[in-house]
């Protein structure tokens, strides 16, 4: 107990009282109120950008998934040795500051970017697509960040399947197709499951990506929060705002929890 | 599904249930199976015993389709079926850790090879409740795999098994997993089930016990070659070599010289007595040769005692243990070499104490004369390099 002590310290002095201290100004203006949040869970503005947030997040993770699950599987068929060189690939986005990448991003697609270009040499000058300051820029910002932490609990997932279940499969009859829908991909359910949620969880705060590549439609909550401690200093309302969005991902950490301890599917063998 | 019966070779052996034509397999430089020769009959129950590493489940993955031979043929049901991957060779495989799928309940995981083969949904459900019952679990349809214990569990990988009449059953060492009691009930209800079925089962463990409860034949396999093949009695009680004396049953095993042909060879053993054995084919006069005695053949005398059987060495009793039924005494011979004497246990006849001088007899009936060098035999179709 007594080694554990510092970092119960440290996380008291960095985390959690400056988390008391928002939870106090969210409720403390002069006097005791529920104002803020009142205002928060009623108020137009706050209503959209709570439905923008969870929008952009689910869909961000959903397009996660459907481009990560491919590239967890083939890594799962590899060697182990070239498996590991494949998943430093990965890694790849993960070592490189977000700031920089969304800086990056907006080279690339923007009207005169790399993607535009090859676009309207392909397909002619009208073929350009906007795909920087609206949702789409968003989501292509969000998922290039969020693939690796789909890729991993997936790739997990598929490791962990016994591969005497497919071979026992294949004797019985069933062609590839059949293997992989009624055997690999629903156990590794828990693995998408868990990589979804996490991924949610991780858009819900996002902040410098919508800040950079999305519109005036696209605000998510932390950007809110970031309006209203900048532009209207009304940090009360910023520490409302702050407060909901921590709640809502706890809400899905939750959820992230019970697949991770196997509740969603039963003891595994 | 078409499987083209090729016309060239073989045609002595188009009949048979399995025929595996000179198959090989290495893997670089190792030689996982030499080139072996086997015919399955069908509705046989067929095992392949050996240590491991003896190339027994290479030989079974073989036959499933797992992996490719290095050289040679695989028949199943006259039909050359080397190069058809393993979903379309329409045999079945229960495995040391049953492979049920976790995620589908008992009914879905029976019901799994017959949804392959697009049966209907009414069929299936009568099928599934046939095999249940044959494997009397008829109420667990609704539970997962894991709320089954280990011997059920099993029972359902069989049940999953013969739900499609595959034309051949292989077990890869299906009775590993389970503790011993279990172990001899599924043996004995496998057995039920095969002459019930008269299912072609192919059977691999290195349980020799288990090997010689359950086989019409048995493969025994040593260094990815067959060493012996034969009924159960006849691989106990005619080893060919000392590898399958050794490896079936215990022995008590001499070094000795054979020094007389006749109704019985007599054989000069170190022990410094001569022993009267079983003719063989491989006694010459002047040839070295090991000598096989089973513990269970051999009679425990006291000092003066006498027999009237051909063979009795003195010795010096070191122990005895009893295990139920039977008694194990060890008696050290005048040249230290230990023996092995395993009789029925009788209350007044209690073995004698450790130090007394005692002598062991047997007959020249129950002595077998073996190839002085493992794994070397004339006719046993597998000379070593």
Redesign the interface.
Known sequence: MIFVAPFFLFMGAVFLLPLAFIFYTSVVADAFTLDYYIKAFTGALYLRVAWTTFEISVVSALTTLVLSYPVAYHLSRQPPKRRVLWALFVLLPFYTSILVKSFAFTVILGHNGIVNDILRFMFGPEAGIKMLFNRTGVVIGLTHYLIPFMVFPILASLLAQDPVLHRAAEVMGAKPWRIFWRVTFPLSLPGVIAGTLLCVILSFGMFITPALLGGRKDMMMANLVDFHIKETLNWNMASAVAIVLLLLSSVFILLLAQVRGGQLFGERH | MVLEPRTEGGSEHRDRKVWLESCAKHYGSVVALAEVELAVEDGEFLTLLGPSGSGKTTLLNLI???VQPTSGRIWIDGADITRV?????????V?Q?Y?L???MTVFENIA??LR??KMAEAEIRRKVGEVLDIVRLPDVGKR???ELSGGQQQRIAIA?CIV?NPSIILMDEPLGALDKKLREELQLELKQLHTQLGITVLYVTHDQEEALTMSDRIVLLNHGKIEQMGPPDELYFQPRTLFAAEFLGDSNIFDGTVAGLGEFVSVYSEPGASMMARPAPIAEIGKAVKVLVRPENLTLLRQCEESGLANRLSAEMVDSIILGGVIKCYVRLSDDTTVVVQELTKAERAPPPPGSKVSVAWSAEDTLILPAVGGMTEGGGTAAA
Request: proline share 19%.
């Open positions: 499933a389709g797992m991957p393993p979903s379309k060779r329409g045999i079945g495989m495995f850790n492979a799928m976790p995620h799994f090879p392959v083969r997962k795999p894991s999953r499609y």
